[in-house]
C-alpha cells in the first residue's frame, strides 16, 4: 500500500499545489529536495501562478515585507541590505545580499527603484587606473542598468545599455549626453498584466560632451526623457512640454506615473508612462502650520498603488492620501508619536537635539485589522511605529541615515531568461 508521501511525489498536480502554497523562501529552498522539484519550481508558469496566488492574497496590491536599504558603503561593496518588518529587535534582522554575484567587474552597483519585486540598480564598471580626465569621463558612460531580482539566481538579470542622448543642443555639431550622477530612473513592471514585459523611464540632466563646456556651461541644465520598452527592446525619445524648475531627483512612481510635489502648487505635477505627458497634481488643503509658517515636506511615498505625503517637521503630523481619481488630498492618518512606547514604558524624543527621518509608511492589514505602520530613522537605528497601538520597535541598527530606502516585496518572477 502506497504511503501518503509516495501518493504526493507520484502525483504531479498535486505536488504544483502544494508547492504553490509555500512562501517565496521556503519554495526556493524546495528546489535542492530533488531534480524534479527543482524542474517544477523553475518553471516560469510556477513562478507566474505563485505569484498571481500571493497578490490574491492581497486584493492584488500586496504591501511590501521589507526594506531596501543601501549606504554609501554598501554601494561600493555591490551590496544592500534586506530589512523585514517582523522583528527581533536586534541587528540580525538585517540581511545582506550582493548585487554582482554573476561576478561582472563593477565599480559600484546602486538601487535606485523596486518594483513589485525587481530591483533596478545603476552600475559602473571599474575603470583602469592612470585615466585621462576624457577617459574617466567615458567610462561614465558605459554604466549600465540592471534589472534583477534579488530572491532568486542572477542569472535571470537583464543588463541595459545608457541611452546616449540627442542632438537637439543649442549647437548643431554638438550632442547631449546624460550625465548618470544626474538621473533619476524608474521601472515599470506589472507582473499581473503583463508578466514578461516591462518597461524603465529615465529623467536625466543632459551636458555637454567632454571638450564643449566652455561654451556651453552658461546654459540651465537640460532635461531629457528616454523611454525604454521590453517590447521594442530600444530606448526612445519622450518629447512633451516639460514643467518649469522640474527636478531630476524627487519623483515618486505609483501607479503608471511619476509625481513630484512641491510646496509651490504650480510645480507638483506628474507624468503618466502611458500617455507621456505631464498633468498637475492637486493642491493640499492645509500647507500652513498653526504658527503661518510654511511646512517642510517629510515625506512622500507610495504603497499598495497609493500616495503619501508628510509635510511636517512635528511630532504631531497628518499623513495626506491621493484620491484614486486624483481629484485631491485626504487627511487619511492623524499621528501623534508623543504617545509611543517600547512595548514597557512612553518613549520620548527631543526633536531640537536628535531628529528624525521617515523613511516609509506601509499600509498593512493584519487579519481583519488594519496595522498601518510607519518606518523610522533616528539616533542610528530604523524603527517601525504602529499606528494601532503606539508601539515603537528597532528593526536595525545603522550608522547614518541610508543613502536609498526601497520597499520590497519577494516574489519568484523575473524578466531574464
Not at 548643431?172 to 513592471?189: G, T
Not at 484620491?323 to 488630498?329: A, H, L, R, T
Amino acid at each position: 500500500m502506497e504511503s501518503p508521501w509516495d501518493t504526493v511525489i507520484r502525483d504531479m498536480d498535486l505536488l504544483t499545489e502544494i508547492l504553490l502554497r509555500l512562501p517565496v523562501k521556503q519554495a526556493i529552498q524546495c528546489k535542492c529536495v530533488c531534480k524534479k522539484w527543482l524542474s517544477i519550481i523553475s518553471n516560469p508558469k510556477f513562478r507566474y501562478s505563485h505569484t498571481c496566488r500571493l497578490y490574491s492574497k492581497y486584493n492584488n496590491k500586496p504591501p511590501p515585507t521589507a526594506l531596501l536599504v543601501q549606504n554609501f558603503g554598501d554601494t561600493k561593496a555591490k551590496r544592500a541590505s534586506i530589512v523585514p518588518f517582523h522583528t527581533n529587535n536586534n541587528n540580525a534582522n538585517k540581511i545582506f545580499f550582493h548585487l554582482d554575484l554573476d561576478r561582472r567587474k563593477y565599480m559600484s552597483s546602486t538601487i535606485i527603484h523596486s518594483c513589485n519585486g525587481l530591483l533596478l540598480c545603476n552600475v559602473t564598471p571599474t575603470p583602469n587606473s592612470g585615466l585621462t580626465t576624457f577617459e574617466s569621463f567615458i567610462i561614465r558612460l558605459e554604466s549600465h542598468f540592471r534589472i534583477c531580482n534579488p530572491a532568486i539566481s542572477n542569472d535571470h538579470c537583464v543588463y541595459l545599455d545608457y541611452p546616449l542622448g540627442d542632438v537637439d543642443s543649442p549647437y548643431n555639431e554638438d550632442i547631449y549626453i546624460f550625465d548618470p550622477l544626474d538621473l533619476k530612473a524608474y521601472l515599470v513592471f506589472e507582473p499581473l498584466k503583463q508578466p514578461l514585459s516591462y518597461k524603465v523611464i529615465l529623467f536625466g540632466e543632459m551636458e555637454a560632451p567632454y571638450g564643449h563646456y566652455s561654451r556651453l556651461n552658461q546654459l540651465k541644465p537640460r532635461i531629457g526623457i528616454r523611454l525604454y520598452s521590453s517590447e521594442t527592446s530600444c530606448w526612445s525619445s519622450v518629447v512633451c512640454n516639460l514643467p518649469n524648475d522640474l527636478r531630476v531627483p524627487e519623483g515618486v512612481y505609483c501607479n503608471g506615473a511619476v509625481h513630484w510635489f512641491r510646496l509651490d502648487d504650480d510645480n507638483s505635477v506628474y507624468f503618466d508612462v502611458n500617455r507621456l505627458c505631464f498633468d498637475k497634481l492637486p493642491a493640499v488643503p492645509a500647507c500652513v502650520d498653526s504658527n503661518s509658517e510654511l511646512l517642510g515636506v517629510k515625506y512622500l511615498g507610495e504603497c499598495k498603488g497609493r500616495l503619501h505625503l508628510i509635510l511636517s517637521d512635528s511630532l504631531e503630523f497628518d499623513i495626506w492620501e491621493l484620491e484614486e481619481d486624483y481629484s485631491s488630498w485626504v487627511a487619511r492618518y492623524r499621528v501623534n508619536l508623543n504617545r509611543m512606547h517600547d512595548g514597557e514604558s512612553a518613549l520620548c524624543w527631543n526633536l531640537s537635539s536628535n531628529p528624525f527621518c521617515v523613511l516609509s509608511f506601509v499600509l498593512r492589514q493584519e487579519e481583519e485589522e488594519e496595522d498601518s505602520m510607519l518606518v523610522l530613522f533616528q539616533d542610528g537605528k530604523i524603527m517601525s511605529y504602529s499606528l494601532k497601538n503606539y508601539d515603537l520597535r528597532v528593526l536595525c541598527k545603522l550608522d547614518r541615515v541610508p543613502r536609498s530606502v526601497h520597499h520590497y516585496f519577494e516574489t519568484l518572477l523575473s524578466i531574464g531568461n
